[in-house]
């Protein structure tokens, strides 16, 4: 029994007392434009025929280089699926895409884990 409870101990120090970091989106917004890696907006509507518009994330608590995904959609439908590399524990990216005036209506951005667990929804419309 004494032997048991050691070895328990012993798994528990080597596995336990880690800690574990979970990728998490500290910042976001769709936003017009950029400046100094910086959004110079956060929008939530806006005419289609802006032309382009962008996705800023800023994450924090990466463990080592991963990548997170920014997929567009326009009603529901996936636009564009982005693979944005992460460097280090506080990290700022963005992606962006180009629009069509037809392109009216409900559109979102998820943020993705590498694995594919959604980190955060950004959802906006186009008029």
């Known amino acids: 029994m004494h032997i048991r409870y050691l070895f328990c101990m012993a798994v528990f120090f080597i596995f336990g007392a880690t800690s574990v970091q979970a990728l998490e989106v500290t910042e976001s917004s769709i936003t017009t434009g950029l400046n100094n ?3 110079i907006d956060e929008i939530q509507s806006s005419s289609a025929e802006v032309g382009k518009l962008y996705c800023f994330t800023r994450l924090a608590d990466a463990a080592g280089e991963t ?3 920014h997929v567009w959609y326009r009603n529901d439908v996936e636009m564009a ?3 944005l590399t992460v460097r280090s524990s506080d990290w700022r ?3 962006s895409k180009r629009l069509v005036p037809e392109w009216t209506g409900e559109w979102r951005v998820d943020v993705l884990a590498q694995e594919g667990t959604l ?3 950004l959802p ?3 008029y």
């Open 67 to 69: 990548s997170i995904f």
């Open 37 to 39: 890696r910086v959004p």
């Open 124 to 126: 906006f419309s186009l």
């Open 119 to 121: 980190l955060k929804s």
């Open 93 to 95: 990216t963005w992606s």
């Open 81 to 83: 699926r982005v693979e």
